[in-house]
């Protein structure tokens, strides 16, 4: 069936380190690619999209670009900030179901 | 805009008592969704509401009762709250299939 898989955390960085957390989907159809953020204690919050193969959806410095020949949607940054710290979710849409499909999440610390 | 409103933030309830979960979003969208997050466990998804007048099992249906009041208003209920409940319980909505989920602020319920 559909699923999400990205890297399990924790991740813990330095201030200004380059980051990476991995995700990648089963394929089935031709879905639109999201990334969540969920700041302590708060609810989840959209980081950034990707409607269709090769877009690049970029906020706040974040970008993912939606890769179909490795079905993966990587989240990067160039130099995190200590309020980055949260746990980031990638999910996938699943289709006329209406549903998303959800990774387990990833939880980044970032380190002054 | 308020997006999507949850009420209440905290609640704790005693094993068998029983409570209705508030939702309600203001961007006219038309599917909604109840999950329940736990450590380790990510977002799992208890009921979804595809349109008014339409619910359907998540992955974790059972202690559970949900109602789409109307096209704003979808509430969970639990009839006779167990240990096993204790957990956040976020509340979201969506416009489309392939479009980004709001999320409400979430509830978290012990259950004791």
């Known amino acids: 069936g559909d699923s999400v898989t990205q890297m399990e955390g924790p991740v813990t960085l330095s201030e200004e380190a380059f980051l990476t957390i991995n995700c990648t989907y089963t394929?089935?159809?031709?879905?639109?690619l999201f990334w969540y953020v969920q700041y302590p204690g708060e609810g989840l919050q959209l980081l950034l999209k990707?409607?269709?193969a090769d877009d690049k959806g970029s906020n706040k410095g974040f970008e993912a670009t939606y890769r179909k020949e490795t079905t993966s949607f990587h989240l990067e940054k160039g130099s995190v900030q200590v309020s980055d710290s949260a746990v980031y979710f990638c999910?996938?849409?699943?289709?006329?179901?209406?549903?998303?499909?959800w990774g387990l999440g990833t939880s980044l610390a970032v380190n002054p | 805009n308020a997006g999507v409103t949850q009420t209440p933030k905290f609640q704790v309830l005693k094993t068998g008592q029983s409570m209705t979960l508030q939702c309600a979003q203001d961007?006219?969208?038309?599917?909604m969704y109840w999950y329940r997050q736990d450590p380790g466990m990510g977002l799992r998804l208890i009921y979804y509401?595809?349109?008014?007048?339409?619910?359907d099992k998540g992955e974790v249906p059972n202690g559970y009762n949900v109602s789409r009041l109307n096209k704003r208003e979808f509430s969970l209920r639990l009839e006779s709250a167990a240990p096993s409940q204790t957990s956040v319980y976020f509340c979201?909505?969506?416009?489309?299939?392939?479009?980004?989920?709001?999320f409400g602020q979430g509830t978290r319920l012990t259950v004791v």
């Open positions: 999910a996938r849409s699943a289709g006329n179901n209406r549903k998303l499909i």
């Open positions: 509401s595809a349109s008014e007048g339409t619910t």
């Open positions: 961007m006219n969208h038309n599917s």
């Open positions: 394929a089935t159809g031709y879905p639109s």
């Open positions: 979201a909505s969506r416009e489309r299939w392939n479009t980004e989920a709001f």
């Open positions: 990707a409607t269709k």
